[in-house]
């Protein structure tokens, strides 16, 4: 009598039980009811397809070669068999390669059963319909080809038979999938035998069009199934045409126990390091540019959400960058946390619309502070866990509209594990080697076939995105690239920490990946250099606080190793705005430059200084005064100010109709340097004003999976399994306990004990097994009562079931049932 899953479940020891939760949390969310709701979750089709997406290529050969040795009565297969038919092609695996993927398939119950007698869990075969790319036997499909393919010289003769066109269409259904859609008349073509092969590109995967296929559904190779819309159908390869094709590759197809080789020669991982170090120096820069743009000029948020195309091409112009690098950054900034939305009237928003914008926030501040190596982690993290498809914008959406910057339409909840997936691919090859993006694809189709297949696209702008930011350089994974993976990995996996992603940086240590990182990258300067054409160089990057001062008193020209900054006569005057004096500024040169500071510069200084704050600006309008009636009297003769319309208050005073920043702009542009004043007299210092949307958290999904369940520790798995034993006691004695039903009988019946969604798995999975279930509910008159049925099917809100006892078939409406158990 064969076991089932339940029942071996019941008999796994507590520990045992634990791991199995632990290879498979998904089982945990919520905590099942008791083992028998346990093991319907374990073979529900969302929880089977989880783990499957898991399992490596050569693993989901070996499931699929248990599918295909199953016998018709008992359905089960043993390791034996599977060993038999695994090796049975011209390449055979190693038998320990086989028998240790037939282990980890036990242990995550996926096969359940001794050595001898193992079954394959019911959700497998709805998740993937076809084994191995195999097509279901012709016995299942029509009577006729059963005819055909139960001969096996018959079979042979007929595909020797098939002309080429045919014979090309049955190879590539034999590579799989074994079924394809076939348009509109193609099944009515005649059929000479003498056609051309057909195109390669197959509708769904599979069948091409022509008179071919007519040939083969003559001649039973091919099964019609369906009609489909507008008169097109379905085709199927039935397994043993598909099974005679792979002679040649075995029953399997190629079996590949490890990853495949890469061919790229290594690099050098100096060399590496050193390009993926200069590259995160780059970014830094560039994410600096884009904020400061930001601030000085905020982007508008579109009413249908995110930035608009103009504006992200203005950005890029400025930055000297295409739209999509510009894209990138703009969302890595995001999610960082360092722009964010701000309404009209400063209040924090989340709301997309018309009156909002987006600038830097409040922590854009501490991140500039921040020492280089710290303001690309920052970067680097934000990207390997945010839930944004960078490579979407601009393409469109299913509504033909554009997808732009920070819109919901590039929101994909997948997006970190596909990060993860190729840079943990990079990281397990050996350090510095650069394979070429096709074969990180292939290696990726090994690892997870599942999860990689149909992705190849998110893939490449994976690698594309990683070399961008310095996570890669020259192809391959950085050292420090390789910490700040396993890192980000440790931190996911901690039980301990809430909020999933607490680096050593967070906790007050700079983490790993920044130690490593701030050994390759130069150290930061203090100093620079003032050449006699007034060009301030700074022979490394500066620290912050240097930078502070640069950004006042000098014009940024060039960036690199060694960036370039002039000196001018606006950025004087904008650092005696500022609040510099004449002094101040020949101290700060002095202190600062590895050279003599060049005459000219000091000249430059003297003549600004002396000239600003000899015209005083207020408000009238406007109004302009000055000790120096001979100046005023200038300025209202300056024929490029008439604009301004003057009028002689005093001899001292001049008063204009407009306002102070027009007359200033004005005055400025005339060459005069005048300086504004407050009510009572005193110099107003005109630093910047700089506009912060609100801090906020970074956008970070803190999880590179957050479609997956968390994983816990051992402890609490114990404490879970405890939880279900208890329920597992509980149902026992609710399946011996007397229920009442109408008329005051007592019948033998379950308490209600699980919740709605376990009983419809309950139902579901006793649907397949053509099980006797105790099903509770509430009848027409509010009264609870139980019945003894076997499910038939479950649809459009009901379950209808057959009572064997009556004989008769009940409809039971699935939101009046209560419980569910099954008899035992």
């Known amino acids: 009598m064969t076991t089932s899953l339940a029942d071996q479940l019941r008999t796994l020891s507590d520990e045992s039980l634990a791991a199995l939760l632990r290879l498979r949390p998904d089982l945990v969310v919520p905590v099942p009811a008791d083992v028998s709701a346990l093991a319907i979750r374990a073979q529900s089709r969302v929880s089977v397809a989880r783990a499957l997406d898991g399992l490596d290529q050569f693993t989901l050969l070996i499931l699929d070669a248990a599918r295909l040795t199953r016998h018709p009565e008992e359905g089960g297969t043993s390791t034996e068999e599977i060993l038999a038919l695994a090796t049975a092609g011209p390449h055979p695996p190693a038998p320990t390669a086989v028998r240790s993927a037939v282990d980890r398939l036990r242990a995550l119950f996926l096969l359940h059963g001794p050595e001898h ?13 076809y084994p191995a790319g195999l097509g279901r036997p012709a016995s299942e499909l029509d009577p006729r080809a059963a005819a055909v393919c139960t001969d096996p010289a018959k079979l042979r003769r007929t595909l020797l038979a098939a002309p080429p066109s045919a014979r090309a269409i049955l190879d590539r259904l034999a590579a799989g999938p074994p079924v394809g859609t076939v348009p509109p008349g193609a099944l009515e073509a005649p059929a000479t035998g003498t056609e051309d092969v057909l195109p390669p590109d197959l509708v769904n995967g599979g069948a091409p069009t022509g008179s071919p296929i007519r040939w083969l559904v003559e001649h039973r190779l091919l099964v019609r199934m369906s009609g489909g819309k507008g008169g097109a159908g379905t085709v199927e390869l039935p397994r043993e045409v598909g099974l005679v094709l792979r002679r040649d590759s075995g029953p399997l197809g190629p079996l590949r126990t490890s990853p495949p080789v890469v061919a790229s020669p290594p690099r050098e991982a100096k060399a590496v390091d ?12 560039q994410t600096e540019a884009l904020l400061e743009n930001l601030a000085a000029e905020p982007a508008p948020v579109l009413r249908s959400g995110g930035v ?14 295409d739209d999509q690098t510009t894209a990138l950054l703009f969302e890595v900034a995001y999610a960082a946390g360092l722009v964010g939305e701000l309404d009209l009237t400063g209040a924090a928003t989340t709301r997309y619309g018309g009156d909002q914008q987006i600038l830097p926030t409040g922590g854009y501040e501490v991140w500039r502070a921040s020492s280089l190596a710290q303001r690309w982690e920052q970067l680097a993290r934000a990207w390997l866990t945010m839930t944004r498809q960078v490579g979407l914008v601009g393409q469109r959406d299913d509504r033909d509209r554009p997808i732009s910057v920070l819109s919901a339409e590039a929101e994909r909840a997948g997006a970190p594990a596909a990060r993860h997936a190729v840079l943990a691919t990079l990281a397990d090859l050996a350090p510095a080697t650069a394979p070429t993006p096709d074969e990180v694809l292939e290696l990726l189709d090994w690892r997870a076939p599942r999860r990689a297949r149909g992705r190849e696209a998110a893939h490449r702008e994976v690698l594309a995105e990683a070399a961008q930011l310095g996570v890669t350089g020259l192809g391959a994974l950085t050292s420090y690239g390789r910490l700040l993976l396993a890192d980000v990995t440790d931190a996911d996996e901690r039980a301990d920490d809430p909020l999933g992603l607490l680096s050593e940086a967070e906790s007050g240590e700079p983490s790993t990946a920044v ?40 014009e940024h020209e060039s960036a690199g190793g060694a960036s370039v900054h002039r000196v001018t006569t606006a950025s004087v005057r904008r650092a005696l705005d500022a609040g510099y004096s004449a002094d101040d500024l020949h101290a700060l040169f002095r202190r600062r430059s590895r050279t003599p500071v060049p005459q000219g510069l000091s000249y430059l200084v003297d003549d600004v200084a002396r000239k600003h704050g000899g015209l005083r600006v207020g408000s009238a309008g406007g109004y302009v005064r000055s000790d120096d009636e001979a100046l005023l009297t200038e300025v209202l003769s300056d024929k490029r100010l008439e604009a301004l319309a003057f009028r002689r208050l005093a001899p001292t005073v001049l008063a204009t109709p407009y306002q102070v920043g027009r007359m200033l702009t004005a005055l400025r542009d005339a060459g005069y340097a005048p300086v504004p004043e407050d009510a009572s007299g005193a110099t107003v210092l005109a630093r910047p004003k700089t506009r912060r949307a609100p801090a906020r958290m970074p956008a970070a999904t803190h999880s590179l999976d957050p479609l997956a369940a968390p994983r816990l520790p051992m402890p609490r798995l114990l404490g879970v399994v405890e939880q279900i034993r208890r329920g597992e006691a509980a149902a026992r004695a609710a399946r011996r306990a007397p229920a009442v039903v109408r ?15 376990d009983a419809l798995a309950v139902l579901q999975q006793a649907v397949r097994d053509k099980a006797l279930v105790w099903v509770g509910y509430v009848d027409a008159h509010g009264a609870t009562a139980s019945r003894l049925v076997r499910p038939v099917s479950i ?7 057959e009572d064997e006892r009556t004989e008769m078939l009940h409809t039971f409406a699935l939101h009046r049932i209560t419980a569910a158990v099954r008899e035992d």
């Open 117 to 129: 007698d193992l079954h394959v869990v019911g959700g497998v075969d709805e998740v993937s319909p």
């Open 274 to 285: 050193s390009a993926g170090a200069g590259q995160t120096m780059e970014v830094v820069r």
């Open 308 to 321: 608009g195309v103009r504006d992200l091409r203005r950005l890029a112009r400025g930055l000297g960058l």
């Open 515 to 554: 130690r490593a990182l701030d050994a390759l990258l130069p150290a930061p300067v203090d100093h620079f250099l003032v050449q006699a054409d007034l060009t301030v160089v700074v022979p490394g990057p500066p620290d912050p606080t240097l930078a502070g001062e640069l950004d006042a008193v000098a």
């Open 743 to 757: 008329g005051g009988a007592a019948r033998t019946g379950p308490v209600p004990a699980h919740s709605h969604s």
């Open 795 to 801: 649809g459009a809100g009901y379950l209808r079931a």
